[in-house]
């Protein structure tokens, strides 16, 4: 006779959702914004807004987190308006990009930018332009942040709204990257990264996910 079998243990998972905010008319320009330019969503970003709503709005959030710029809560404030718990943190801002906030920058065409991309690259996650702000620094903001998240039910399923270059470190911190590889992950307006953790431990299980969104009308 065979003795009584035990159940395995079911592991709690939480899910977390990041998405990056929507289009703004700064990201068409390529123009700068950074922690200093509180753009609203445009057109586009107000639809891509709608499209991930019109696709995710079943899924049972637990909550919402969104940075203190006013695009990321635009970018989920249908959630918001059908009464999913807020949260805002400045841990989730935007890096500073100092002086060249508001102006046109790209690696190609200016050479202290492409500078600073290519100290980061290198290791070299305390340099910064001018008056801006460094990738450690986003990191120690985002630590509170994470601890939070690590505090709370390790069942929950969440939603996270924050930026670009933010979305960047916040991965790198999540996964156990070292900053220099945090432009691994690409981004593009609203699109997706879905994590797992499992105790300590996060996996990832969508990358650069824009499947809710359809081209622009």
Not at 2 to 13: Q, R, S
Not at 79 to 92: C, K, R
Not at 101 to 115: C, F, L, M, Q, S
Not at 128 to 156: C, K
Request: overall charge neutral; proline content about 6%; some cysteine.
């Amino acid at each position: 006779m065979f003795g009584k079998t035990t159940p395995p243990t079911l592991v709690p998972v939480q899910q977390l959702y990041l998405l990056r905010h929507g289009q703004t008319d700064f990201n068409v320009q390529g123009i700068v914004q950074g922690s200093g330019v509180d753009s609203d969503l445009n057109a586009r970003g107000r639809e891509q807004a709608a499209q991930f709503w019109a696709a995710y709005q079943h899924m049972p959030f637990a909550r919402v987190y969104t940075s203190r710029l006013k695009r990321t809560r635009q970018s989920v404030q249908q959630f918001i308006d059908a009464g999913l718990p807020h949260e805002e943190h400045a841990g989730l801002n935007e890096i500073s990009w100092g002086t060249r906030e508001g102006t046109r920058i790209t690696p190609e065409e200016d050479a202290e930018y492409a500078r600073v991309l290519d100290a980061w690259k290198a290791g070299d996650d305390h340099a910064r332009l001018p008056g801006g702000g460094s990738p450690a620094e986003v990191a120690a903001r985002q630590r509170p942040f994470i601890d939070l998240l690590e505090s709370r039910s390790q069942d929950e399923i969440v939603l996270v709204c924050l930026h670009g270059r933010a979305l960047r470190v916040l991965l790198c911190q999540l996964l156990g990257y070292p900053l220099r590889y945090m432009d691994g992950f690409e981004h593009q307006n609203l699109c997706l990264y879905k994590l797992h953790r499992t105790g300590g431990h996060y996996t990832i299980r969508n990358f650069l996910d824009v499947s809710h969104l359809a081209p622009p009308r």
